[in-house]
């Protein structure tokens, strides 16, 4: 098509070839006077597609929301509750009231308080975001616009439940077991601000990852974010929400993270023991390791 007109400048000069096109589009549909033959023309055709799974129907994204919730709460609790974990030795130590806590308490029921409190604030941080949306959806839906979604419809494979559920768990575990410890091993909330960073940065690799996670899941960066304990957490989450976790798989990442949160906390306890009145310089884990040695062999 040639179209001429006058100049209305660069921009607005499209509205030439938007008026032709919309006319030869109308004469060609008024040729055709079928709205079947119209509508395929205009790609205005909906389809409606149905697949299926070890002879069942497959739910689709009905069953890959539900092991998603357990993704966001990770996600959510380790950025926003993160730096707390992190400083919750710290604070003690710069506030000079560590030894005065360690003379009526137990190093490991003290850290172990901690990581179980830390816990619950997760929780109830979960519940702070979750409920003005559960509010808004169920009083407010028509004033905020919010689209009608039918939960009914979704689908809660117990497995997928289980294991989402174990490897959250195990993952913050990990995680605020290994915060603690650099609490532990850190003079001061400054000398520890770098490593929060590496935590964000174990937490967001996966996340950009996830492409690869959905569509090729057995791809080698997908296998080893898996298996690296600290990558784990959010890629077997993701592997576990879209299928693509084998239960075997899953077994042995749960093992692998409940198993090194119990070293963690363990190390961190120790590093606690140590350095909870070190006010000056870092803890060397070597020392420590090595003061346990040294005794051992001293009492035998």
Known sequence: MKVYGADAGVFANSKYSAVAQSLLATSVEQKLNSPVDVAILRGETNTSTTTFKD??????????????????????????????????????????????????????????????????????????????????????????????????????????????????????????????????VMPTAKDAAPFFSVVIFAVVIPIYASSYAVSTPEAPIVQILAFFPYTAPITALILNAFGSLPLWQAIVIIVELFALSYVVLRLAVRLFRYGSIEYSSKVRIRDVLGRKTATGSAVH
């Not at 400083?87 to 030894?99: A, D, G, I, M, Y």
């Open 55 to 184: 002879g069942a129907v497959a739910p689709g994204f009905q069953g890959i929301l539900p092991p998603l919730i357990f993704l966001a709460a990770f996600f959510v609790v380790i950025v926003f509750l993160g730096n707390q974990m992190l400083n919750s030795t710290l604070e003690e130590k710069e506030n000079r009231v560590t030894e005065m806590i360690l003379t009526t308490i137990n190093p490991t029921n003290l850290l172990v308080g901690k990581v179980v409190s830390l816990f619950a604030v997760g929780l109830i941080q979960i519940a702070v975001f979750a409920l003005p949306v559960v509010i808004g959806y169920l009083f407010f839906r028509d004033q905020l616009a919010i689209p009608n979604l039918d939960l009914s419809s979704l689908v809660f494979d117990p497995q997928k439940m289980i294991v989402g559920a174990l490897i959250t768990i195990g993952g913050f575990a990990l995680f605020t077991g290994t915060l603690v410890a650099v609490g532990a």
